[in-house]
């Protein structure tokens, strides 16, 4: 059964930073498309940052692109997201999403396979 179980968010100050971590069981994140999205309160769910293997380039939503790292940990199956200097407008529920057939645009939803419960993060001032 493929799972993927995001954890480390929480509530940071303006200029801090959280790194957030996918454990997937199930299937193995080297081999897979992988990618975080996230949805503020009353907005839709957005594309944050994604990438197509391990040695490939890793996408980035353009309001994170220089605050944000992607990277994964084939040992332990994991992927994280490293979210440095946040603001306010980042606090959302953050979710890891997986595939591992072809997408055509890993900046959406539509493709993905599997993915997370989430895990919030808040960003006060």
């Known amino acids: 059964q493929v799972q993927l179980v995001e954890s480390g968010g929480g509530l940071v100050q303006t200029g801090g930073s959280l790194r957030l971590s996918c454990e997937a069981s199930?299937?193995?994140?080297?081999?897979?498309?992988m990618g975080w999205f996230r949805q503020a309160p009353g907005k839709e769910r957005e594309f944050v940052a994604a990438r197509r293997s391990p040695s490939s380039m890793t996408i980035f939503l353009p309001s994170v692109n220089g605050r944000f790292g992607f990277s994964i940990d084939n040992a332990k199956n994991t992927v994280y997201l490293q979210m440095d200097n946040l603001k306010p407008e980042d606090t959302a529920v953050y979710y890891c999403?997986?595939?591992?057939?072809?997408?055509?645009?890993?900046?959406?939803?539509?493709?993905?396979?599997?993915w997370g419960q989430g895990t919030q993060v808040t960003v006060y001032t």
């Open positions: 999403y997986g595939a591992l057939g072809w997408i055509e645009d890993i900046t959406t939803e539509k493709g993905y396979s599997n």
């Open positions: 199930g299937f193995d994140v080297s081999r897979a498309i």
